[in-house]
T-cell receptor, first 113, second 114 residues
Framework: GDSVTQMEGPVTLSEEAFLTINCTYT??????LFWYVQYPGEGLQLLLK?????DKGSNKGFEATYRKETTSFHLEKGSVQVSDSAVYFC????????????FGRGTSLIVHP | DAGVIQSPRHEVTEMGQEVTLRCKPI?????LFWYRQTMMRGLELLIY????????DSGMPEDRFSAKMPNASFSTLKIQPSEPRDSAVYFC????????????FGQGTRLTVV
C-alpha cells in the first residue's frame, strides 16, 4: 500500500540556518504530494503542495520539488526563524477528492534564537 | 468561512463515561475524516465519510468507538465507555471534491480520560 516516510526528529537549528526535512513515498503511480505544518495546540494546515512530477511547491520561504525518479518531496528553507518551530508532515493523496490522504509520522523542528 | 469547527476544545472525563466529540466541516466539502494523534502512534485515521456515508472505518479501534454523519454539516465521534488509553488529540478534517485537493483540519479536541 501507499506510505510516506519522513526523517525522524527533532531537528534542532539555530535561527537563519538552512533547513532540509526529507520525505520519500511509496506509491504505484504519481499522486499529489503535500507538506502540512502543525503549530503547538493547533490542527494541521497546508504549507505547500505539488500535483505532478517536477512541480515545485512554495510558500512562506519553504520549497519542495516533486521528484518521481527518487520518489521524494524534501522540504527546504534557506533561513529558518524561531517562528518556524512546529511539526511538519509530508502527505500524499491520489487525484479525485474521494481518496484518503496518507500522512508521514511528522518531524518536529525546533529553532533557537 | 470559519474553517472546520470542533467542540469541545478540551474534555476531561472519568474512565467509563461516554464522550462525544463534535465537528462542523467547511460548507460544500463532501469528504470528512476523523483522526487521532498521540505521541506514540502519530496521526491515525479513524474513519472517512464521503457524502455523509462512512466509506472506511477500518481505523476505528474497537466497538467502543462510533461515528455518525447525519447531514453534510455535522459529524460526531462517540466513545463509550471511555478508557485512559483513549487520551489523545482528536482531529476532524474536511475536503472538497475535485483533484489535488488538500484536507482542512479543525483545531482538535484534547481528550483526557482519568
Amino acid at each position: 500500500g501507499d506510505s510516506v516516510t519522513q526523517m525522524e526528529g527533532p531537528v534542532t537549528l539555530s535561527e537563519e540556518a538552512f533547513l532540509t526535512i526529507n520525505c520519500t513515498y511509496t506509491a504505484t503511480g504519481y499522486p499529489s504530494l503535500f507538506w502540512y505544518v502543525q503549530y503547538p495546540g493547533e490542527g494541521l494546515q497546508l504549507l505547500l503542495k505539488a500535483t505532478k512530477a517536477d512541480d515545485k511547491g512554495s510558500n512562506k520561504g519553504f520549497e519542495a520539488t516533486y521528484r518521481k525518479e527518487t520518489t521524494s518531496f524534501h522540504l527546504e528553507k534557506g533561513s529558518v526563524q524561531v517562528s518556524d518551530s512546529a511539526v511538519y508532515f509530508c502527505a500524499l493523496r491520489w487525484s479525485g477528492g474521494s481518496y484518503i490522504p496518507t500522512f508521514g509520522r511528522g518531524t518536529s523542528l525546533i529553532v533557537h534564537p | 468561512d470559519a474553517g472546520v469547527i470542533q467542540s469541545p476544545r478540551h474534555e476531561v472525563t472519568e474512565m467509563g463515561q461516554e464522550v462525544t466529540l463534535r465537528c462542523k466541516p467547511i460548507s460544500g466539502h463532501n469528504s470528512l475524516f476523523w483522526y487521532r494523534q498521540t505521541m506514540m502512534r502519530g496521526l491515525e485515521l479513524l474513519i472517512y465519510f464521503n457524502n455523509n456515508v462512512p466509506i472506511d472505518d477500518s481505523g476505528m479501534p474497537e466497538d467502543r468507538f462510533s461515528a455518525k454523519m447525519p447531514n453534510a454539516s455535522f459529524s460526531t465521534l462517540k466513545i463509550q465507555p471511555s478508557e485512559p488509553r483513549d487520551s489523545a488529540v482528536y482531529f476532524c478534517a474536511s475536503s472538497p471534491a475535485g483533484d489535488y485537493t488538500e484536507a482542512f483540519f479543525g483545531q482538535g479536541t484534547r481528550l483526557t480520560v482519568v
